[in-house]
């Protein structure tokens, strides 16, 4: 799962170096929580025009952990 986030950011900002994915630990409700840091310049791309990119890639990400029997929330810092 963290690769997949990883791909899909990596794919659309310009420095795929400052891509970073952290993971916390499984809470209390059973959901994985995904941080996407990229960087300060790249921050529109991965959010879109009103963030139609970002809810594509929290949808795609939901739609990876369903398959998995999980459940994922993408926060983007």
């Known amino acids: 799962m963290k ?3 990883e791909g899909l950011a ?3 900002v310009e420095n795929s170096d400052e891509v970073r994915v952290t993971v916390d630990e499984v809470n209390e ?3 994985t929580v ?3 840091s990229v960087a300060e310049d790249d921050i529109g791309r991965v959010i879109g025009k009103q963030g139609r990119i970002a809810k ?3 949808v795609v990400m939901r739609s990876a952990a369903s398959r998995r029997n999980e459940k994922v929330q993408v926060e983007i810092d």
């Open 3 to 5: 690769e997949l986030l």
């Open 10 to 12: 990596k794919s659309l």
């Open 29 to 31: 409700d059973g959901i």
């Open 34 to 36: 995904y941080h996407l």
């Open 56 to 58: 594509a890639i929290r």
